[in-house]
């Protein structure tokens, strides 16, 4: 699971802000909502979000079904944790992948580690609904859904989601076919 990380992401950790400044040229990011409202208020919102997200991974994933759910448990160990009760209820044969340092503070002295949890899912719509209103109410954060031989990645965060594709010219596709989904920054931030 996981094996072709190297290869398709460099020596890039698996940390979303990290993996979208490495490789600009495969990365986009779509907002959840119009106008780039940052949290959903009503039904309505969540709706839309979570039609968003299923609308670009079932591009992403095309008909292949199989992919891997990436969550992360924080400390200040390097043994793996995950504390978030929430994620160990609907995420439970989720396994240790990796732990990475982490400076939160660099002029600290303290050592904090990010944990990577892995377990493979079937994916088909809605089947990740509840842990994207999670993260769209920043009530988790650091999700990826990625495809098992690495070719792309789907990052979700409370606002949007950012998007690492197999290719340049597969991120143009997707970013041709949701382009009011798009930001009005200059960074596409």
């Not at 907002?31 to 309505?44: A, G």
């Not at 719509?125 to 009530?139: Q, W």
Request: charged share 25%; hydrophobic share 40%.
């Amino acid at each position: 699971m996981l094996s072709n990380w190297p290869q398709q992401f460099g020596d890039c950790r698996p940390v979303a802000h990290e993996l979208r400044v490495a490789l600009p040229e495969r990365w986009v990011r779509f907002h959840s909502l119009p106008r780039s409202k940052r949290w959903p208020q009503v039904e309505s919102e969540y709706a839309t979000i979570l039609e968003r997200h299923n609308c670009v991974l079932a591009e992403l994933t095309g008909s292949q079904r199989n992919v891997i759910l990436l969550s992360t448990g924080y400390s200040e160990s390097s043994e793996p944790v995950r504390l978030e009760q929430s994620l160990w209820t609907l995420d439970p044969d989720a396994r240790p992948w990796q732990s990475l340092l982490y400076d939160w503070d660099t002029d600290s002295d303290d050592r904090f580690f990010w944990h990577v949890f892995a377990s493979e899912w079937e994916w088909l719509p809605g089947v990740f609904d509840p842990i994207v209103r999670l993260v769209a109410d920043d009530a988790i954060a650091n999700i990826m859904i990625v495809d098992p031989d690495c070719r792309w990645l789907l990052h979700p965060y409370d606002g949007g989601m950012d998007v690492i594709a197999a290719s340049s010219v597969a991120r143009d596709h997707l970013e041709a076919s949701h382009q009011d989904w798009l930001s009005d920054h200059w960074l596409g931030l």
